[in-house]
């Protein structure tokens, strides 16, 4: 066997782009690793670079206590451990899914005698192996899980445990994967104000970017109101002021030809906010408008 390391093995359910990635950081640093994809095929790359190639998925969790899964989503985690004993088992899910879903599959881990640990996957497969890109893991659930296997566990990417709640980690994943979406939204909106001007792209694009990373303390100014749950405290830009604002950059979008549509919702929420009589808030304000 050409195994010859003192690294802990582990099993890993799941050869898409971001499971082969997960299996080429384990081998390279040695890890004896099991590994099944539903496509057979996929495993070969693999077996070439030292990895064993299970036949069954319950097959490949009977070969390590460590067993990680990283497919498609919740389902197909239910359905390829569908026949697998789980007795004695560290059960950690690289899958995406819900805090309900992560709540579930841990109760459901548990009831089949396993310890269960929820993992959000905070890189793009290239991250992976690559300690300097800064791609990290949220985890969440079983400390003793993630104490036993931390070495193994931090071997293709940073970690970040976050509580015994299984949920824990997709909430936090999902929350930073949301307001990055609304960074993607303001982004899209910024280059079709500015398409059919002469304003080259590649000259926007610093400046957007220069702009929105120095924009970044809001969030701990955000979480210091939330905190102190006074929300006018230590505001430079009042909601008054901001919907003023918004006024010019809905007129500059109707100007341009361009949809409003990715900014209305959000300057909506400030003109309700506003109209309640909290002009002299931010837009922390906006978060009780969220969550009634
Ligand atoms: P891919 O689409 O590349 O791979 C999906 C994997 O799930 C394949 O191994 C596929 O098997 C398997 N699969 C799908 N349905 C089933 C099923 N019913 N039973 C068994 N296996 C199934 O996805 P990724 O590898 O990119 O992503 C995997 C997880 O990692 C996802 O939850 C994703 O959200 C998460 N992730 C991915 C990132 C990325 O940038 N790629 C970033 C962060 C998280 P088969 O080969 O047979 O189709």
């Known amino acids: 066997m050409e195994h010859s390391t003192d690294k802990p093995g582990l099993t890993l359910l799941g050869l898409g782009d971001m499971g082969t990635a997960l299996a080429r950081a384990w081998l390279a640093a040695g890890h004896p690793l099991t590994v099944w994809n539903r496509t057979s095929g996929k495993a070969a790359p693999l077996a070439a670079e030292g990895a064993r190639v299970a036949r069954t998925a319950a097959e490949a969790v009977a070969a390590s206590t460590l067993v990680v899964v990283c497919l498609l989503d919740d389902a197909s985690v239910g359905e390829a451990l569908a026949d697998a004993d789980l007795t004695g088992k560290d059960v950690v899910n690289l899958t995406t899914g819900t805090p309900a879903e992560a709540r579930a599959r841990a109760k459901w881990a548990q009831a089949r005698g396993a310890r269960f640990l929820d993992g959000g ?7 992976i192996g690559v300690p300097e890109s800064g791609g990290y893991v949220f985890y969440s659930g079983s400390r003793a899980l993630f104490d036993a296997h931390h070495g193994t566990l931090a071997t293709p990417a940073g970690t970040t445990y976050v509580g015994e709640d299984p949920g824990f980690a997709a909430l936090h994943d999902v929350a930073l994967l949301s307001a990055m979406t609304g960074m993607f939204a ?10 059919g001007e002469d304003v080259p792209p590649k000259d926007l694009a610093p400046l957007l970017t220069a702009w929105l990373v120095a924009m970044t303390p809001y969030a701990s100014e955000i979480a210091d109101r939330l905190t102190s749950g006074d929300y006018t405290e230590g505001v430079t830009s009042n909601l008054a002021m901001m919907v003023q604002g918004n006024a010019t950059l809905l007129r500059t979008a109707r100007e341009q030809g361009v949809s409003p549509e990715l900014l209305t919702p959000f300057t909506t929420l400030m003109e309700r906010r506003l109209a309640a009589g909290h002009g002299d808030e931010d837009t922390t304000g906006l978060i ?5």
Do not use: C, K, N, W
């Not at 009780?288 to 009634?292: A, V």
């Open 186 to 195: 303001g982004v899209t909106h910024a280059f079709a104000l500015v398409r």
């Open 121 to 127: 996957i905070m890189a793009v497969p290239p991250m």
């Open 288 to 292: 009780d408008l969220l969550t009634p």
